[in-house]
């Protein structure tokens, strides 16, 4: 499932708050009287999972998977769209008629007491969370110290290129752990790049844009997430805006007008593109079918030095506090993270632990396989920042302006920054404002 809200979207920050209540109590893991762990019952349950369209191939076989191990559970999902499944949730937390489980989309819920914290389940059954995904487990996942999700997949933002391309050029090809410099990226391209009038026969060295769906979050935002006018239109951040804007305006990467003249085509497959920063479920699928000999490595950092950044998300499903059936429902969260993680490599995909990954032999004999699993090992917390799309939603146009040279790099962040500003409180005080 990719979740391309999250990259490339703008999500809507919800105006209206939902209404003010004391979380759920979830029966207690060890009780008084037993010392003993609560169970699930044994009784015959019914649990519903809500999750947004996209998994019709994996969710039937999880679905079997987890009915196997717990035969008096039946697991009902239901698929909805995923312009419509904030909605849905926030009509169904209003009318108190939630399903058991459901995907956290909005970090809301989870402030608000909507979701069940499953840190206990975690160290009753043992989950190691140190072999998960830390980007997606102290991100998304964690909310003031508390674990609220876990998932089956991981999804990444990683730099993958053609390694043909790259020895045919006598380019060194980029580390799988440490990233290149938005400097060296551009100088990489370059290199790999082989104008030609007709676009057909175009061959770009690199990919450009915007990259708020891509870079380090501490490149815009102050550590406690609250100040972006200062940071996203800092000399760092407007050198890398001057150079991805360089990279199109010379050549080296395709403009939009490119990509529409070219259509909805891959070029990384297509050999047309040496490199490109793209998530991991759509290249190595593309570039396998293809038979392209590839490399993963990950996204170019501002400056030589910085820590690397991925970028990275999975299906972050959590328990309703209003759920009727919380232990069984919890059950299925630790399936999913375990038996579930096993079951998504044997349907090709890259599980949320990083241990399964190594232990079931994701990569194989694939070097590029390989190389990815490296780069997604690299992903780590960031920072919280709410309304974060409608925040930087204005750095498209900056972009644009200076690819144009209607406004210099520092002009267009600075009205950007003003903008993205202004909207950052607004997004924080509707979110302090959520007991």
Known sequence: MRITARLIGII?????????????????????????????????V????????????FLPTLK???????????????????????????????????????????????????????????NQKGIKLEDYNQGIIKDSCTLNGKLYCLGTYTGAVLLFYNKDMFDAAGVPYPSSTVPMSIDE???????????????????????????NWW???????????RKYDGYVNDQATIHEFEVLADLIKKGYAPSSADSTLLGDVDLLSTKQQAMMIIDNIIAIKDCEEAKINWGAAPVPVETKGDQAWVPSWTDSMGVFTQSKHPLEALE????????????????????????????????????????AMQAISQARGGIFVPGFWDVTGAEGDAFNYIVEGTKTAKEALDEAAKLGQEQLDKAWETWDAIK
């Open 12 to 44: 809507a920050l919800i105006a209206v708050l939902l209404s003010a209540c004391a979380p759920a109590t979830l029966p207690p893991v060890v009780t008084a009287a037993t010392e003993k762990p609560a169970q699930p019952s044994t009784e015959k």
């Open 332 to 371: 299925y969260i630790a399936y999913s993270a375990t038996d579930g993680n096993e079951l998504r490599v044997k349907y090709g995909s890259y599980p949320l632990n990083n241990k399964i990954a190594k232990d079931s032999n994701w990569a194989g004999n694939s070097v590029g396989r390989n190389e």
């Open 215 to 225: 870079s380090d979050q501490a490149n815009r935002f102050s550590s406690d997430g």
């Open 64 to 122: 079997e998977g987890f009915e196997k191990k717990f035969p008096n559970i039946t697991l009902e999902i239901t698929e909805i769209p995923e312009s419509d499944y904030v909605t849905k949730i926030d009509t169904a937390l209003a009318a108190g008629s939630t399903p058991d489980i459901a995907f956290i989309y909005e970090a809301r819920w989870m402030k608000a007491g909507k979701f069940l914290p499953i840190d206990d389940m975690v």
């Open 46 to 57: 019914t649990l519903n999972l809500w999750i947004f369209e996209g998994e019709q191939g």
């Open 185 to 211: 990226y551009e100088a990489t391209a370059a290199k790999l790049t082989q104008p030609n009038e007709d676009i057909t026969k175009r061959v770009y060295g690199g990919s450009a844009g915007g990259s």
